[in-house]
Every structure is written in C-alpha cells, then in structure tokens.
C-alpha cells in the first residue's frame, strides 16, 4: 500500500500545474506557497500566477509570501503539519530553516538531468546550447543551487525542431510522473550525492540572451531561436527595423556572403535566408516591432528589401531601442 503523505507544494508557473494536479489525486496536500501576484497583461493588471488559481479552485489554502527568508515564515509553515515539501519552479530559493519545516524535508522537481544545467531556465538552456536529450531530476533540496542529492530521473529526446515552450508542457507531465514515483518509492530510495565537477549552469534569462549575432553559425543560432521561444524571443535589427525571429531552420551550406546579409541560399530557393559564419538562416515565422507574428513570406512581401540587405546583430551590453 503506498504512503499517503501531507505535502506542502511551492509551485508558481503553469510548468508547476502537472505536479499539483498528480499530488491532489494521490496525497493531502495541506497548503500551496506561491508567489505574489504580479503585474501582467496589456493595462498590467494585477494576475494570480497559475498555481493559485488551480489551488483556490481545489479549495486549498494559498500563501504567498514575497521573502521567505522573513523569520515568520520557517514557523508558519511548521505548523501546517506537513510530512514532506514538494517544490516545482517556485521562483525564490529556500533557506534551510524552510527547507525543513516539513518533517521529511523538501523534495524539487527539475527540468534537467542533473548535475547539468542547474539553475531558473534549465530547459531553455539546454536548448540553445544544443542538447539532443533532457530530462527530469527529483532531489533532496539543500541551501545549494540545485546541489543536493538525487533521488530518481528521467530522460527524453528533444525533438529537433522543438522550442523551450513545446518541451516545458512536455516536461511538465513527466515532472509529476517522477515526483509521484519518488513519493511511492520514498522509504526505499538512497539519495545519490551529485558529481559537482559536472555540473553546467543554466541561470534566469535575460532579454540580451535573445540577441542574434550573425557571426555564429547556423545551428547554434536556431537553438538560440527554439530556446528563447516564448520568452524573450530573438532579436535583429534589420533594413525596416526590429525584427523577432520565432521559428528558423538551418542550412549548411558555403558561400562567401558577409553574416547578416539577405540572399537566395541556392538558386531553386522560394525566399532569401540571412547569412551565417557556415550557412544560412531561414526564418519561419518573426515579428517586426509593433505588429503581430506573421511567415516570413508575409514579412518579405510587406517589407520589401534590397538584395543583398543586412541584418545586423545586436550588442547584448546595450539594450536595443
């Protein structure tokens, strides 16, 4: 017969949703810490971030403290009585004091095979360095940065033409399929220390992350495309100005044109691509500034640029106006 536990979920975005949804099937979930409702939206209006509105509509309590390093909180959360925390892309790091305010300790849900990639953007850092396979990681939480020890993983690929969106609902799903057999297996697991020489950091994205320099090749630029999709997108600066790049496809094939011109890559190709140091870049679907994302057809055909245009990248120490 599986344990049913008394769990205190720390979850924010909707990557955290899964998770709660499997413990509410399976365990008591006695409380749901998560973070304060934030501007969003055009009018930036006040919005409950995803896991709140899932945990009022199952009738739990909600907690959103803005510092849990405040001296309230390790008590407060104490009190709720719980057997084991369970953490999925809560958005604070955790002082010791609440990491074992549940009996059992804090267990974390991780988008990435760890010792890789530890830090807030796992999946889109994997992404845009080129990684053919990811996965989830459930370890016992430490003050470290994603250091303690694991408990169980999984791995899967990461389809070619994926983006950080796509392969976050997926990971999502396997998240809570991890977690809720770690929480089965508890009592029998042996937590396994992480190899720190290792580890590979994957800290939060920045807007400069999306800044597209032509120089680099085709391949690495299309990750950067996939792992900044949805957010920040990548950024260029063109003839007719700002433009986001959404979705590309590579192709690698020599020619003597400067990175960031506009050409045909071959003399049968339906549109112009954007040079790189091995190939081109061809666009699938961007968006210039102010206007809504459209094909790339649909851009060429509106914008109307010379043969041979230039795209140039963009400094990622200056923001671009």
């Known amino acids: 017969m599986t344990t049913r536990f008394r769990v205190l979920f720390y979850g924010t975005p909707a990557f955290a949703l899964p998770t709660l949804e499997a413990l509410l099937g399976q365990h008591d979930v006695v409380a749901v810490v998560t973070q304060p409702d934030r501007p ?40 709720l009585g719980a057997d084991v925390a369970v953490v999925a892309a809560f958005g604070q790091i955790l002082p010791k004091a609440v990491l074992d305010a549940a009996r059992r300790g804090s267990i974390n849900v991780h988008g990435s095979l760890l010792p890789r990639y530890r830090g807030a953007a796992p999946i889109q850092w994997a992404i845009m360095r080129g990684e053919s396979v990811t996965g989830i990681t459930t370890f016992q939480m430490d003050e470290g940065m994603d250091t303690g020890p694991t408990l169980l993983s999984a791995s899967t ?12 609902v997926r990971l999502a799903t396997l998240g809570a399929d ?38 680099r090749s085709a391949r690495e630029l299309v990750n950067v495309v996939r792992g ?15 433009l986001v790049i959404w979705r590309a496809i590579a192709l690698v094939s020599a020619h003597t044109h400067a990175p960031g011109t506009l050409e045909r890559p071959t003399a049968e190709a ?9 190939g081109w870049l061809c666009p699938v679907e961007v968006q210039p500034e102010n206007r809504r994302a459209m094909s790339w057809s649909d851009y060429l055909r509106g914008a109307r640029l010379a043969p041979r245009a230039l795209f140039a990248g963009l400094d990622p120490s200056r923001p671009a106006s």
């Open 40 to 79: 969003a939206h055009r009018g930036q209006r006040l919005t409950p971030p995803p896991v709140k509105a899932r945990a009022m509509a199952a009738g739990l309590q909600v907690l959103q403290p803005p510092r849990l390093r405040d001296p309230e909180w390790p008590e407060r959360l104490r009190a």
């Open 157 to 168: 690929a990461i389809g070619p033409e994926e983006t950080a969106g796509d392969l976050t």
């Open 228 to 242: 900044c999709n949805p957010w920040p997108g990548t950024l260029t600066r063109g003839p007719a100005g700002p």
């Open 270 to 278: 339906d549109y112009p691509a954007i040079a790189t140091s091995d």
């Open 178 to 215: 991890v977690l809720i057999e770690t929480l089965a297996r508890l009592d029998a697991l042996t937590p396994t220390p992480q190899r720190h020489e290792d580890a590979t950091r994957a800290p939060r994205l920045k807007r400069t992350d999306g800044y597209l320099d032509w120089s």
